[in-house]
């Protein structure tokens, strides 16, 4: 890396000639008001602003790239401005980090705004600056005209100060001839004095120089990706796809393609599926096709041909799509899924079968089920890294040309193990899962939980009981303790206790005679006991919770 800086004057005129270029990556801008005049604020202090992060333009990196979002027009202000007597360098950057204040800086200075102009209230600057406030910086609506001054002088536009001699007379006239300072009529002195500290404040920002990173020339890909999350202030992770809709702008055009896979296929805006999933799975697709292994990596990724792009998207965006589908029938939900790498990697091989028309083989669903839960519910298990994708995908289409069944390992839950598994826990959601395709109806209301209901974790013994009644909480917060059940159900009950709306359940069903309904709703739910047996309040009870999550999670281990 290089480090150097740009004056205020130079930054602007490498604006002007858009020599400053967007990624296509970044978003768009999106500071508020307030942002930008503390930017101003902190120039005009000579407060640091952070540096910015460049990237020399070249063709072995060919990023599609925008202009900054800066109305540039001619005069505002005079190029001659902008010159620093030096010989002018041409080289065109994309910026990595430092858009919004570029884009800031642009509009305030340059007079760039879309909608607006700014100035300086030169009567509040001398009021307030000491005290650290930005409300000197101000904004009008742009309208036909927009004069170098405003209110009898005291609003001066904000790239008039560019030009010091300009400045210096305005403000001279303005803080001496205005009438706004009474308190300066006999007192030419401290006029003089007021209208030097106007002179020194615009003088820091003429002044200014900005830090600036340049990326070395040899860069690749990797590079920088990797640092623009390290160091990209805002926190916006650069995913593969953001990489990919520059890489291949304006044709393909990734990121409208993907807005309509999600407007399409509605299943991959409810399970917020990210674009890249669906390189992934074309990348898959296609080495299929060619009878060779690969790995959904990011640079293999970014080096796919357009014309793979063009020609096999609608089949790799449908075949996630179904993929999504498939994954919602086995009872995942969005905050449920387990694995998107799973997902993945059978969507590529489901849209090689239909690139192929190849015949499903005999047993598929069954098999594809028990594969999907045997690798879900591994010690271990977490989101498939790119090779596993490969090895998984590899697997399943060995499955289709020669019947190889793929390895399945052994799953091992101990009550212990499942004690302890937590919500964000890979097994945890497959659990959940199974859960979901075994309890055909609601708890308490009998409604059928199909695959588009809205359904909530609930608690059979409330978290409340923790602090109540000293329950252990890792015991209240494991799947032994929860079941799903329909939002309304779930809301309904909030903070019951089972001793009293299951025996109020237990009772209903026996006035209408539904006893032998209830009595299957409680065995998909896995809840323990016999609802016939006159003791069986008392196993709902407070004390009994060890004996009821022991019973429970004995189900668990045994199924």
Not at 170 to 190: L, M, Q
């Amino acid at each position: 890396m290089q480090t150097t800086s740009f004056s205020l004057g130079e930054m602007l005129r490498r604006v002007k000639e858009k020599s400053l270029t967007i990624p296509q990556f970044q978003r768009s801008f999106t500071w508020r008001e307030s942002q930008v005049k503390l930017l101003v604020d902190s120039l005009s202090r000579s407060y640091p602003i952070g540096s910015l992060l460049l990237l020399a333009k070249k063709p072995n990196l060919p990023l599609a790239s925008r202009s900054i979002e800066a109305v540039i027009r001619e005069g505002y202000p005079p190029d001659d401005l902008l010159a620093n007597g030096e010989p002018q360098s041409t080289e065109v950057f994309y910026i990595l980090d430092g858009q919004q204040r570029t884009t800031s800086i642009a509009r305030v200075f340059l007079n760039a705004h879309p909608r607006k102009t700014y100035y300086f209230d030169l009567k509040k600057l001398l009021a307030v600056f000491k005290e650290e406030e930005t409300s000197w910086v101000v904004t009008r609506a742009r309208g036909r005209s927009d004069p170098d001054r405003k209110d009898n002088g005291r609003l001066l536009r904000s790239d008039i100060i560019l030009d010091q001699r300009k400045t210096d007379v305005f403000v001279s006239e303005y803080v001496e001839d205005s009438g706004d300072f009474p308190e300066y009529a006999n007192d030419r002195t401290s006029a003089r004095n007021a209208a030097a500290f106007i002179k020194g404040v615009f003088e820091s920002i003429r002044n200014y120089q900005i830090p600036i990173v340049v990326l070395d020339r040899d860069s690749g890909v990797e590079s920088v990706c990797r640092v623009f999350e390290t160091i990209n202030s805002t926190g916006t992770r650069l995913t593969t796809f953001d990489l990919a809709v520059a890489r291949f702008f304006p044709e393909p055009d990734l990121r409208n393609l993907w807005l309509e896979a999600r407007e399409t296929h509605s299943i991959l805006k409810d399970f917020d599926v990210d674009g890249e999933r669906v390189l992934q799975a074309l990348l898959l697709m296609r080495a299929g096709r060619e009878n060779r292994y690969a790995e959904p990596a990011r640079s293999d990724l970014l080096a796919l041909p357009k014309s793979a792009i063009e020609q096999d998207w609608g089949v790799a965006s449908t075949a996630l799509a179904n993929a999504y589908g498939w994954a919602k029938s086995q009872g995942a939900r969005p905050e449920t899924l387990p694995n998107h790498g799973l997902v993945v990697a059978i969507a590529g091989y489901q849209g090689l079968a239909v690139m192929q028309r190849a015949k499903a083989p005999d047993g598929e669903e069954a098999l594809l089920r028990r594969w999907y839960f045997c690798k879900a519910l591994q010690a271990g298990a977490r989101q498939a890294a790119n090779y596993k994708i490969g090895q998984d995908f590899s697997a399943l289409v060995k499955f289709r040309r020669d019947g190889t069944v793929p390895e399945f390992e052994e799953v091992v839950l101990s009550i212990d193990g499942i004690v302890r598994l937590r919500r964000n826990d890979v097994r945890y959601k497959a659990l959940q899962n199974l859960m979901a395709t075994t309890i055909r109806q609601d708890l308490v209301t009998a409604r059928i939980l199909g695959l588009e209901s809205k359904l909530h974790d609930h608690h059979i013994y409330p978290r409340a009981a923790h602090k109540r009644h000293g329950l252990p909480l890792d015991e209240l917060d494991s799947i032994a303790n929860r079941i799903p059940v329909l939002e309304e159900t779930n809301l309904r009950l909030n903070e019951a206790y089972p001793n009293k709306y299951l025996i109020e359940m237990r009772d209903v069903a026996k006035s209408n005679g539904t006893m032998d309904e209830l009595v299957r709703r409680l065995e998909d739910c896995l809840i323990p006991g016999d609802v016939t047996n006159t003791q069986w309040p008392s196993q709902l009870e407070i004390d009994a919770f060890a004996i009821f999550a022991g019973a429970v999670l004995n189900s668990y281990s045994s199924a």
